[in-house]
């Protein structure tokens, strides 16, 4: 009884509102201007920032490796294993970037 009551005296505060659900969820891209009218995955624009996405994490990826023989060889493990961890994020996000890309790829396509 108590929370219909609660409802309507909410209802009675906000009154109705509608809610605009869109059809297609529409996700931009991380680092492509958010005022670009389509900046989608499937979109040419979308493509070469998922590339470039791709490229940073390889070089993230590599440098990386490098840093984490380097603290290896001097005997700090503990700063190895961080940067190890890094390295696996990194891979983590190259795996995001190809699987979008390849997914607006095929988008395009269609």
């Known amino acids: 009884m108590f929370r219909l009551g609660a409802l309507a005296c909410f209802r009675g505060v906000l009154g ?3 809610v ?9 891209l991380p680092g492509v201007q958010a005022s670009a009218p389509d ?3 499937d979109t040419v624009d979308g493509q070469r920032a998922l590339r ?3 490229r940073i994490a390889v070089i993230a990826f590599m440098l990386c490796v490098f840093v984490t023989g380097v ?5 700090s493990v503990p700063f190895a294993v961080m940067f190890a961890g890094i390295g696996v994020l990194t891979l983590a996000i ?7 890309k390849r997914r607006g790829a095929q988008r ?3």
Do not use: I, N, S
Not at 71 to 75: P, R, S, T, V
């Open 16 to 18: 109705r509102r509608q």
């Open 20 to 28: 605009d659900v869109p059809q297609a969820r529409v996700r931009t």
């Open 39 to 41: 900046t989608t995955e």
């Open 52 to 54: 470039l996405h791709a």
């Open 71 to 75: 603290f290896y060889w001097l005997g």
């Open 94 to 100: 190259l795996g995001w970037a190809l699987y979008r």
């Open 108 to 110: 395009v396509q269609v």
